[in-house]
T-cell receptor, first 111, second 116 residues
């Protein structure tokens, strides 16, 4: 699939504040958009995902929004905690085809 | 949730030897498994896709004779790095999807390979 642009590459947020990471894509076929959290020395962990027929999805402190017209989707983390510090990757795919990953965002929560 | 187990987590080997990495889906049947390579502070680079019972499909630039992938059962895939060299040192990660997981892709914990 075509590339996914992810911004910012690094993000530092005061504990308790919100963090937002944005990804943009260019193709029209992609219909599945997951977000992964990767801690140092570990594999990526699926934290939330959204399909193209939905504009927003929320799971406790984590939410994802999708604007399929503008071809961008964002991860929102509210009330950030130190354990939220990690590298976050967005990704996209069309159905069960292979995922295309963003370049990653290193999130640091400042106590 | 879906669990993917990967072993070993870390391996150190001498140049010229072969290393096998195992990836198992513990609570679902993995019809498709993916193998990735990740360099420090970089994103995941897809190496190959394997479907159970079929030959793996390799991404452009990945040597199929060097990175042997076997997906003989619905719960196990293996990656063998043959005649390893220092430049093969990297973090290798498997992932799997299958019955019941839909499009969701679940990852193993990764294997840090160091070739001396």
């Amino acid at each position: 699939g075509e590339n996914v642009e992810q911004h910012p590459s690094t993000l530092s947020v005061q504990e308790g504040d919100s963090a937002v990471i944005k990804c943009t894509y260019s193709d029209s076929a992609s219909n599945y958009f997951p977000w992964y959290k990767q801690e140092l020395g570990k594999g990526p962990q699926l934290i939330i995902d959204i399909r193209s027929n939905v504009g927003e999805k929320k799971d406790q402190r984590i939410a994802v929004t999708l604007n399929k017209t503008a071809k961008h989707f964002s991860l929102h983390i509210t009330e950030t905690q130190p354990e939220d510090s990690a590298v976050y990757f967005c990704a996209k795919s069309f159905g069960n085809e292979k995922l295309t990953f963003g370049t990653g965002t290193r999130l640091t929560i400042i106590p | 949730g879906a669990v993917v187990s990967q072993h070993p987590s870390r391996v150190i080997c001498k140049s010229g030897t072969s290393v096998k990495i195992e990836c198992r889906s513990l609570d679902f049947q993995a019809t498709t498994m993916f193998w990735y390579r990740q360099f420090p502070k970089q994103s995941l680079m897809l190496m190959a896709t394997s479907n159970e019972g079929s030959k793996a499909t390799y991404e452009q630039g990945v040597e199929k004779d060097k990175f042997l992938i076997n997906h003989a059962s619905l719960t196990l895939s293996t990656l063998t790095v043959t005649s390893a060299h220092p430049e093969d040192s990297s973090f290798y990660i498997c992932s799997a999807r299958g019955g019941g997981t839909g499009e969701k892709l679940f990852f193993g914990s990764g294997t840090q390979l160091s070739v001396l």
